[in-house]
């Protein structure tokens, strides 16, 4: 199988090697639709008959369940050489299944209910990439406390429902993380919600969108991280402001969520941006007082 150079979540090939569903096309696990001594990497779902093949396959490093069934996600405890494991569009009351799962490096959840407890992944020794998308009953992300191997994590909702994060005090027992990606999430910890990101020592990078945390937060992690890498480019920080155009009048979209925008050519808006940025730099200058006091 041809691996998707893209990888998983762009081309961040430092961290994943996973190849991604949406550009790889399934295929069933039948006997004898390849050769089981030298294939590493398959994608099956409930509907492939002969699964059981897998067991079959020595060299299996990486696996894809999309739509599984449960007798397929509870099987595969036995597959305890497992390097890369993602599992999509599932519900379970658990996942103590990936207990076993002790070489398991990059693993993926997307769509993944019916359960809210996260703490079976410290049980994943050497666990370095994590991708959670979508999981309707979790909140609390303290099941990943002491997962000392992670460098990178992701977290991220859907378009019409924003993944909650009852707080970030997790964060503090993940000392190797280098990436932190937050997507279409909602913060239920009130001001500064990202204080335990000091502790972060080898942090490169922070991935959070223009519309996703308060201002204030933005201004926060500023001045914990300023020579963090932040947005999606390749930023020391985020802008205050982008421009953008919709239809035929300029607008700038605000750093900050309910931050709106303002229009260029409305006769204040050059004091509009100066007062935005203004406060700015006030929730910097607070952000520095708290910081300090720690």
Not at 74 to 83: E, F, G, P, S, V
Not at 224 to 249: C, M
Request: charged share 25%; proline share 4%; hydrophobic share 35%.
């Amino acid at each position: 199988m041809e691996r998707d150079v893209v990888g998983l979540l762009g081309k961040i090939d430092d961290y994943w090697e996973m190849i991604s569903t949406h550009h790889t096309s399934s295929y069933s696990v039948d006997k004898g639709a390849f050769d089981n001594a030298t294939v590493k990497i398959l994608i099956l779902s409930k509907h492939h008959q002969n699964w059981e093949f897998i067991f079959e396959c020595p060299n299996l490093e990486e696996i894809n369940l999309d739509q599984p069934s449960k007798e397929q996600v509870q099987a595969i405890y036995k597959l305890t050489n497992l390097k890369r494991l993602r599992i999509k569009n599932f519900r379970t009351k658990n996942i103590e299944f990936v207990n076993t799962l002790f070489n398991v490096e990059e693993l993926a959840l997307e769509y993944v209910s019916g359960f809210s407890d996260l703490s079976p992944l410290q049980n994943l020794l050497k666990l370095k990439s994590l991708h959670l998308e979508n999981l309707r009953k979790v909140g609390n992300f303290d099941g990943l406390r002491g997962i000392k191997t992670l460098k990178y994590l992701h977290i991220d909702g859907p378009l019409d429902w924003k993944q909650p994060i009852e707080n970030f005090s997790f964060l503090e027992e993940v000392p190797e993380l280098e990436i932190l990606s937050l997507m279409n999430i909602v913060s239920k910890t009130p001001f500064p919600a990202f204080l335990p990101v000091l502790k972060l020592k080898n942090l490169l990078e922070i991935r959070i969108p223009m519309q996703i945390l308060d201002t204030a937060e933005y201004a926060f992690l500023d001045s914990a991280k300023p020579h963090v890498k932040k947005g999606f480019e390749d930023r020391t920080s985020w802008p205050l402001y982008i421009n953008k155009d919709y239809g035929d009048q300029g607008y700038v979209s605000l750093l900050g969520k309910g931050e709106g925008r303002v229009k260029l050519n409305h006769p204040d808006a050059a004091g509009k941006l100066e007062a935005y940025t203004k406060k700015y730099e006030e929730y910097k200058q607070k952000s520095r007082e708290i910081i300090l006091s720690q």
